[in-house]
């Protein structure tokens, strides 16, 4: 049993698991933090970024300054964004039989798999993981094609340029296998391959394994899965969460005995606890607001947008933010909070409840209503007309190199009067905002994670214990800016194996054993004889017949009758000479009694020695030794086959045969 | 809401008065021939009194009775009460409840001398609590019976012949196995019985200063000192708990010379106990040393207590020694040796986490040399179960210290300090292990909110030291990192904000406040940019801690200018002024008085040229406040207003100040439609402040400085004081709330007007009045009622005009009123608590005779 590792991202993973015939790979991550390297994408022109410096190289050569240009001291790639794939090259990707998606931020790279690796498996998903992936696929795509780039940059990502640049440019991984990002038809293509799959429902691959999909409680449909054949059991916990926010709970009493946890998707803000950080979120838009300034929100159109829509539900009535409006722009906008209130069967029991009563059960569509909450697909229509001050508006794209928040940074990052909370903890939120420095707005850093945290993690593991954890060698270790931090780490015996991205493990345990089936005819045939209390045994002779993975056992074929009309035989319906089948033998010796029957059956001098495996019976007159050991006897005599029939009959004697 | 006069007061309330009143409790003709019937019921094993507390009750009024009047005058003259005893004593299955009853009601009567020999002549005692007695019968089982046998043994020992009873009935070795008496109230009063009969015996023998040796002792306390040795010695660890706890008692109670010979002869045994490994009665063992050493009699540095404190210092738990600890440095009388042992004691688990976190020679450690073995420390620091509580512990004793006027030995505050900061660190992982304990203690306390709590507390406290300005930096960056946040839970938030107050005013106190002036400066900064945030906080217990500690911190820095530049540069003002407006009502109070506070400085602000509409914003503030006392739906922020409307006119707040009597008539108007009394209670003070202030102004208070006014001068004052409290309707509020159903209003209302008529109705107002026709006689009785329902009515909500008119008042009038209505006897049945007719001993007899009764018909009514 194999893992290869694909991804270094322990929050966007991307592995293949082989496990007996079957090739399946465990989630599709895509990481994004590449685009961090490039200039915004602005969504009308900007004189500003327009304007940036070309960068020179110390000694004066400026050969690259139309693919970097210089802002603050950093340098960026103008060009269009592009993502880190996972790893190609580990090994061939159009083996992969499946593939299994845990959750809607976790398939951002499925187009690149499914589309130019030859792979012609299929991929089991939740539906609403599916349905929230398109649309952060159908946002990605949308946010870099309105804004064609007539230039693309690639004399950077030459191995002796890039030693020259400045970091984070120069210590950039692979920059090579960089991609642009894919198309709608892509995206649509690789929909396509997507089976939809419910919580606990069991599906077989190839008859070798059974794939189990899990709520793991972190977002719509994100799920764990368990995979697991007769005999092993593998768990792949990825992304959850013990909160209770919108998803339903997690299941973690299905995790248990498992002989390998695989282990990723932990918050990546171990040291902030969501509740604390919605505080803050919300204090300081109140604040903002209250002093007449904006709030600006980078986020994904799906996801903590809701938990953060229904806390301010309840908020503005009390911080006297009623009249206050707020915006949701994004070319899905509408879609995602439509298709939030349609998965009933998804949501956290309170939820659920609500849609009986019935009423939707986010209070989003309340604030939609009464006209406190507004959706826009983009900047551009009617937001433009009904467009105040001040406002709270939230859209994306969070790392703030494309989207509508481009605009909105250009456009409110003059005066500290307004404010940029960054809730989404997947970028680091100085990077982010390097492009638009100097930078008067405020900047408030709320990450809100609501996956497992270490303290989760450690009761997690006491609570269903596995044999084995493997997680991201990031999880081993503390972060490394706060080393002294040791509970920040998995903390389990024994010690978890890490992986990092292009690595193989050969994942510790052995496969012992294969279930067969023996087919109804044959166990009619089967009499089985009770050797203990408790343990019957009955021998077997059958035909082995392996298909699909599955064993069964099937009654051997009869001995061909003469045919009856036709004189002339046919070879091929000969069935092997079957010979008359020894019984078999078990049970032990009792030598006290066997000398005595030997001594009744005249043999009078006989001698027993104990050797290390059992006995030696000696029989001086007949020259003879009779050998016993625990799992054989031997007669040894001098070509008497009368006296050797004698006493194999009389050793026999306190044996069971069956 | 208190109870209204009308209503039945409560229990407690109706005991404390029960025992208030011993003039009652006698012994009169009515109870005297209520008696032998309710005897008569509780003799009868078939007529249960369902209530228990008649018995306790009927006991009490038996103990007030035997104090007072000859217990032996009273069973003489009241047979029954001995048939009684005899009569339970003959029942073949008498009820725990009476059995228990009756023991307790003899021991009472025992307590005389006299008495116990008449109740020993007819063999009643022996039957009770000798051997043949209840101590033989079934009931026993039953701990009301054993309790009652305590407590009846207990009232009984007052004399010797009681002291012989017990020892030759056998009864002190049914008290020692009542000791460990499986009912927890049994074997303590077990336990406490045996004090009783031994420093009893003791002192009551001991006459001469030569009769201290214990071989001379009587039998009694020989018998029970030998029974204390022999559980000491025994191995079981619940005998030797009870031992020590009886001494523990003893000790703390009886302070005479005997407790000396008594502890030389048992401390050996105790220093063994002490050495032993592991020490199994480490409280009981602190608690008696704790008790000694409060003894004068062990005050003498030589006394060999001192060597055993030492001892159990060294040899005692850390866990449990924290206590003793604390205890030996609060003595006045206490050898210094051993004092500074304590300290280190105290120290020490502080010590260790200093050292987890610092490199070897950073800091030079908060002890010399240790005083147990550190590693006993450290390893309960490295345990989970016992890290947080060790340190808790610790924390709270030398919390403690701090507030002790003066420390008897020299605290290293400024080690300890950095140890307190440490462990703030740690408990929100800022600081840096240098250790595998470090390491350890570093996992435990990460998020602990206990023992922030208490590190939070005592850094408070140590603010009172002077600190050189590099631990200032400290204490202020750990005091942000709390305040700022997130996860910080609003318990902790709250001591973190008590702590910077702390430190704020002892730093503005500090005569070298001129030193730390750039880092409070930008401290203070810093922090009201967090306050901001928490004031905005979603969560209402966070807005509500912001706010009070805004007003704290406003009322103790306001006079400093630096502390008025900061406060006025930020946000702070304007949120809290939103904050009137909070959904929560506790919020809206606190941001009251917050406002309340915040308005004298804006007053000060606005006198400097540059800050404009200073005074437009004032007077909103109080029309503000004005508007929320008489349209919050809420209680609170209403009390809060009138508080605040109290403080500005003590205080003279400048917009008071303007126009004191129409200010002062506006608030009144509002708070008469009150409806709830504690609103109506502050109107009252105010009122009283008011009245004060005028009477003062006019030269009329009672200043035994102030110079004395002529008649006339004074006659002119009174009328123009008068004048001015007609002007305010000053009386329609006063008659107003007299009538108000609230107890305390009514109360309140009438100690006013008492005063008010003392001051204004004087004799020679008096006389003027009369001779000017001013009498009751000349307007006639109808003129009073009218007016004084016409008054009350006012008390009313009505329209404005109306309650003009209706409060009209002339000041002749209002003299007049005053001095007619019997303002004295009203107070006086004001004060009476509604039921004080029902707590005579003769309503307490016929309520047992009722509850018989009652019990009875519902009997007849089942069948």
């Avoid at chain 2, 019985?193 to 001991?206: A, G």
Wanted: aromatic residues 8%; hydrophobic residues 40%; negative net charge.
């Amino acid at each position: 049993m194999k893992l290869y590792c694909l991804s270094g991202h322990p929050t966007l993973p991307c592995n293949v698991l082989k496990f007996k015939s079957t090739t399946i790979m465990l989630d599709c991550g895509l990481d994004m933090t590449s685009t961090l390297n490039f200039l915004p994408l602005p969504l009308v022109q900007s004189p500003r970024l327009s304007k940036l410096p070309g960068w020179v190289l110390k000694d004066g050569n400026t050969f690259l300054d139309k693919e970097l240009k210089e802002c603050s001291g950093h340098v960026f790639v103008d060009s269009v964004p592009e993502f880190c794939l996972p790893e190609t090259e580990l090994l061939d990707l159009s083996t992969v039989d499946v593939i299994l998606i845990s959750n809607y931020h976790c398939m951002m790279a499925l187009p690149y798999i499914t589309e130019y690796t030859g792979f012609t498996g299929t991929v089991y998903a939740t539906e609403p993981t599916v349905q929230i992936g398109r649309l952060l696929m159908e946002e990605l795509v949308n946010f870099i094609e309105r804004v064609p780039k007539a230039q693309s940059a690639s004399l950077w990502k030459n191995k002796e340029v890039q030693r020259l640049l400045p970091a984070p440019l120069k210590d950039a991984v692979e920059v090579s296998t960089w991609r642009r990002c894919y198309t709608m038809p892509e995206v649509n293509s690789a929909l396509s391959k997507i089976q939809l799959v419910g919580y606990s429902q069991k599906i077989e691959l190839f008859g070798a394994v059974q794939v189990t999909p899990l709520s793991s409680g972190y977002a719509l449909g994100s799920s764990n899965w368990i995979i697991q054949s007769h005999y092993e059991k593998v768990s792949y916990v990825s992304g959850s969460s013990l909160l209770t926010t919108h998803p339903q709970a997690m299941d973690q009493a299905s995790l248990k005995n498992s002989d390998v946890l695989i282990l990723t998707g932990l918050t990546q803000i171990p040291t902030a606890n969501p509740d604390g950080m919605v505080g803050e979120f919300c204090s300081n838009l109140a604040m903002t607001v209250r002093n007449g300034g904006n709030v600006l929100v980078p986020c994904y159109p799906s996801g903590v947008i809701y938990d953060l829509l229904e806390c301010l539900y309840q908020y503005i009535d009390s911080a006297g933010l009623s009249n206050v409006p707020f915006y949701f722009i994004s070319p899905v906008a509408n879609s995602s909070l439509e298709f939030s209130q349609i998965f009933a069967e998804w949501l956290c029991h309170n939820k659920q409840t609500k849609v009986y009563l019935p009423e939707p059960p986010f209070p989003h569509a309340e604030l939609i209503q009464t006209n406190k909450l507004k959706h826009y697909p983009s900047i551009h229509g009617d937001f433009s007309n009904d467009f105040k001050q001040p406002c709270v508006v939230f859209t994306g794209h969070p790392s703030l190199r494309f989207g509508d928040v481009v605009h909105f940074m250009e456009l409110w990052g003059k005066s500290s009067l307004n404010t940029v909370i960054f809730t989404e903890p997947d970028f680091s939120y100085l990077e982010a905002l390097a492009p638009y420095q100097p930078l008067a707005m405020k900047c408030v850093y709320c990450p809100i994670d609501t996956r497992l945290n270490f303290i989760q993690v450690s009761k997690l593991l006491k609570e269903v214990q596995p044999l084995h954890v493997v997680c991201p060698e990031q999880y081993t270790q503390p972060p490394p800016t706060q080393s002294h931090r040791t509970d920040l780490m998995i903390d389990c015996q024994p010690p978890a194996m890490s992986y990092r991205r292009a690595e193989v493990l050969t994942l510790p345990f052995k496969r012992r054993y294969e279930k067969i089936e023996i087919m109804p005819e044959l166990a009619d045939s089967l009499v089985p004889l009770e050797i203990k209390p408790g343990i019957s045994l009955a021998t077997v002779s059958a035909v082995l017949h392996t298909k699909d993975n599955k064993h069964v056992l099937q009654p051997p074929p009869k001995p061909a009758q003469p045919p009856a009309s036709k004189k002339r035989k046919r070879v091929s319906d000969d069935a092997p000479e079957c010979k008359p089948l020894k019984p078999l033998l078990s049970g032990s010796i009792p030598m006290d009694q066997f000398v005595q029957t030997l001594e009744k059956h005249g043999f009078s001098d006989v001698k027993v020695e104990d050797t290390a495996k059992g006995h030696i019976v000696l029989l001086q007159e007949a020259e003879t030794l009779i050998q016993i050991e625990e799992d054989s006897t031997h007669i040894i005599c001098d070509n008497d086959e009368t006296l050797r029939v004698k006493l194999r009959d009389l050793v026999l004697k306190f044996l069971q045969k069956f | 809401m208190l109870p209204c006069y009308g209503d039945a007061l409560p229990l407690s309330l109706f005991l404390t008065f029960f025992y208030q009143k011993k003039t009652r409790c006698i012994m009169d003709r009515e109870c005297s021939q209520l008696l032998p019937s309710v005897c008569a019921v509780l003799a009868d094993s078939r007529q249960l009194v369902a209530d228990d507390t008649f018995l306790e009750k009927f006991l009490d009024w038996f103990k007030t009775l035997t104090e007072t009047e000859s217990s032996l005058l009273l069973l003489q003259e009241n047979p029954c009460l001995t048939e009684l005893i005899t009569c339970v004593l003959k029942l073949k299955d008498p009820s725990s409840s009476t059995l228990s009853f009756i023991l307790r009601l003899t021991g009472i009567f025992a307590a005389s001398e006299s008495c116990f020999q008449y109740l020993q002549q007819r063999e009643l005692l022996i039957s009770l609590f000798g051997e043949v007695g209840p101590l033989s019968s079934a009931l026993w089982e039953e701990a009301s019976v054993r309790s009652g046998w305590v407590q009846g043994v207990h009232s009984m020992v007052q004399h010797q012949s009681a002291l012989h009873f017990l020892c030759s009935c056998g009864a002190i070795d049914v008290i020692f196995t009542l000791q460990g008496d499986p009912s927890l109230f049994v074997a303590s009063a077990a336990n406490q019985l045996l004090v009783h009969v031994l420093t009893f015996s003791l002192q009551s023998f001991q006459t001469k200063p030569e009769n201290i040796k214990d071989c001379d002792w009587p039998i009694c306390a020989q018998k029970l000192i030998v029974h204390i040795e022999e559980s000491l010695k025994s191995n079981s660890a619940s005998r030797i708990k009870q031992s020590l706890k009886l001494l523990t008692s003893v000790f703390g109670c009886c302070h005479d010379l005997w407790t000396e010979v008594l502890w030389s002869r048992l401390s050996e045994r105790i220093v063994y106990l002490l050495e032993e490994e592991p020490v199994h009665a480490g409280h009981s063992l602190v608690d008696l040393f704790l008790s000694m050493a409060r003894s004068p009699v062990f005050s003498c540095p030589e006394c060999s207590l001192w060597t055993s404190v030492t001892c159990a210092l060294e040899h005692l738990n850390p866990a449990q020694v924290g206590r003793l600890a604390v205890g030996v440095l609060k003595l006045q009388e206490c050898p210094q040796a051993v004092k500074i042992q304590a300290l280190s004691v105290l120290l020490q688990p502080m010590d260790c986490v200093l050292k987890a976190a610092s490199q070897p020679l950073e800091y030079p450690g908060l002890l010399n040399r240790s005083v147990n073995d550190s590693a006993t420390v450290e390893t309960l620091l490295s345990c989970r179960s016992s890290c947080a509580s060790l340190l808790c512990q610790t924390l709270t004793h030398l919390e403690e210290l701090q507030y002790l006027t003066c420390l008897p030995v020299d605290l290293p505050h400024i080690p300890l300090l950095q140890s307190v900061v440490t462990i703030l660190q740690f408990c929100i992982g800022l600081a840096t292990p240098a250790s595998c304990l470090g390491n350890k203690i570093s996992r435990i306390l990460i998020g602990c909110f206990r023992v922030q709590r208490s590190a939070l507390d005592i850094l408070g406290a140590l603010s009172h030291w002077e600190s050189p300005s590099v631990f200032i930096g400290s204490v202020f960056d750990i005091l942000l990192a709390y305040l700022k946040s997130p996860d910080t839970s609003p318990t902790v938030l709250k001591k973190s904000f008590q702590a910077t107050l702390k430190w704020l005013v002892s730093l503005s106190e500090a005569p070298s406040s001129k030193d730390h002036w750039q880092q409070t400066e930008q401290f203070l900064r810093d922090l009201f940019l967090v306050l901001q945030k928490r004031l905005c906080s979603p969560y209402w217990e966070v807005r509500d801690s912001a706010l009070e500690f805004l007003t704290l911190l406003v009322k103790h820095l306001r006079e400093k200018e630096w502390f008025r530049q900061v406060l006025f540069s930020s946000e702070v003002p304007k949120l809290t002024e939103d904050l009137l407006e909070d959904p929560e009502s506790y919020v809206r109070a606190s941001a009251v008085t917050a406002m309340g506070q915040l308005s004298f400085l804006t007053h000060l602000i606005s006198k400097k040229p540059g800050v404009e509409n200073g005074n437009v914003k004032e007077k909103s503030i109080v029309a503000q406040l004005k508007e929320i006392l008489s349209t919050d739906s809420e209680g609170f922020p209403r009390r809060a207003v009138i508080s605040v409307f109290i403080d500005w006119l003590r205080e003279g707040h400048p917009d008071v100040l303007k126009d004191t009597e129409q200010f002062v008539s506006s608030v009144l108007q509002a708070v008469n439609s009150d409806l709830d009394w504690e609103v109506k209670a502050g109107g009252l003070e105010l009122a009283e402040v008011f009245s004060a202030q005028i009477l003062g102004r006019l030269g009329l208070a009672a200043c035994p400085y102030a110079a004395v006014l002529s008649s006339a001068t004074r006659s002119t004052h009174l009328s123009e004081s008068l004048q001015i409290f007609c002007q305010v309707k000053l009386f329609e509020f006063l008659f107003g709330a007299l009538c108000d159903c609230d107890r305390p209003v009514a109360q309140k209302a009438c100690d006013i007007l008492i005063a008010l008529k003392a001051e204004l109705c004087d004799e020679s107002s008096l006389k003027e009045g009369t001779s000017a026709g001013l009498s009751t006689e000349a307007r006639g009785i109808a003129w009073l009622e009218e007016t004084l329902r016409r008054w009350s009515s006012c008390a009313k909500p009505c329209p404005r005009g109306d309650a003009d008119e209706a409060g009209s008042q002339d000041p002749n009038g209002v003299l007049l009123v005053l001095r007619t209505v019997d303002l004295e006897g009203l107070h006086r049945s004001l004060n009476r608590s509604s039921d004080h007719i029902e707590k005579s001993p003769q309503s307490l007899l016929q309520d047992i005779l009722a509850t018989v009764g009652t019990l009875e018909e519902n009997e007849a009514d089942c069948y």
